[in-house]
């Protein structure tokens, strides 16, 4: 039986995921910051199928909360980290950018480093996924930290990978980017080339299955991010102009 890991399951893309992993009948570990959500999960789903475990990925001890919930399920061989928080800053309020970077960038490095270590130095094999963004393409000035943190996830992610050579372990990694999908994050904004969270979670599961080392899930987003890269960077930043009258918006 499968053994999978989504960290930040509470709601969202992180919620729908872990779901469809459970019809799959896999053995599903969901973590988050909201008990009484992980709790509606476990009762929800067949018995001894969900394993919750509150914890969040800003605090230092996270790595031990996901090493105590690798302990209880027995082991595990996909750990999805959905955990992300994104916010628009034109402003430039520190605690924003910073809270950002506590949860997308070091969040992230503590449970990618337990669960790198913990596969390679038994010889297990095992497969990391994240959630990024398209917003990692190019440089966004209305949320620097939320661009910024979800280009780092990418390319730490590569960094594993190629260490996963050095090392001689036997792990795949998957950087899910999706466009704005319908969760609470986007909640009664209006938002362009929306896709609904069933479909953008059946989607990442399909990718992480493939094991495809890169996924944007919607085709239009993809489209539009091969024209982003083509865009020369001094006309990127000029195009910054655009933005000045909708300023006060983000």
């Keep these: 039986m499968k053994k999978v890991i989504v960290i930040g399951a509470t709601s969202g893309i992180g919620r729908e995921v872990a779901g469809i992993y459970i019809r799959q009948g896999c053995r599903v570990g969901v973590t988050g910051r909201r008990g009484q959500l992980l709790d509606e999960m476990v009762r929800e789903s067949p018995e001894g199928m969900v394993f919750p475990k509150v914890f969040d990925v800003s605090d230092d001890s996270a790595a031990d909360s996901l090493s105590e919930l690798v302990t209880e399920m027995g082991g595990v061989?996909?750990?999805?980290?959905?955990?992300?928080?994104?916010?628009?800053?034109?402003?430039?309020?520190?605690?924003?950018?910073?809270?950002?970077?506590?949860?997308?960038?070091?969040?992230?490095?503590?449970?990618?480093?337990?669960?790198?270590?913990?596969?390679?130095?038994?010889?297990?094999?095992?497969?990391?996924?994240?959630?990024?963004?398209?917003?990692?393409?190019?440089?966004?000035?209305?949320?620097?930290?939320?661009?910024?943190?979800?280009?780092?996830?990418?390319?730490?992610?590569?960094?594993?990978?190629?260490?996963?050579?050095?090392?001689?372990?036997?792990?795949?990694?998957?950087?899910?980017?999706?466009?704005?999908?319908?969760?609470?994050?986007?909640?009664?904004?209006?938002?362009?080339m929306t896709i609904r969270r069933e479909k953008a979670a059946a989607r990442i599961v399909r990718a992480i299955g493939r094991r495809k080392k890169s996924a944007v899930i919607d085709g239009r987003w993809a489209a539009l991010g091969v024209l982003m890269r083509m865009i020369p960077s001094p006309l990127w930043y000029w195009g910054g102009r655009f933005f000045r009258p909708y300023r006060d918006m983000f």
Excluded at 163 to 186: C, E, H, S
């Design 77 to 192: 061989d996909i750990c999805l980290y959905s955990s992300g928080y994104g916010h628009t800053n034109t402003l430039l309020e520190p605690g924003l950018e910073l809270g950002q970077i506590d949860v997308n960038a070091k969040g992230f490095v503590r449970c990618a480093v337990w669960l790198f270590n913990y596969w390679a130095d038994r010889g297990l094999k095992g497969q990391l996924a994240v959630i990024s963004s398209v917003a990692s393409i190019l440089p966004l000035g209305v949320c620097p930290s939320y661009s910024a943190t979800k280009r780092f996830e990418a390319f730490y992610t590569q960094a594993l990978r190629q260490l996963a050579v050095i090392r001689g372990a036997d792990i795949k990694f998957t950087v899910i980017k999706p466009g704005f999908v319908d969760t609470d994050f986007i909640h009664g904004r209006h938002f362009p």
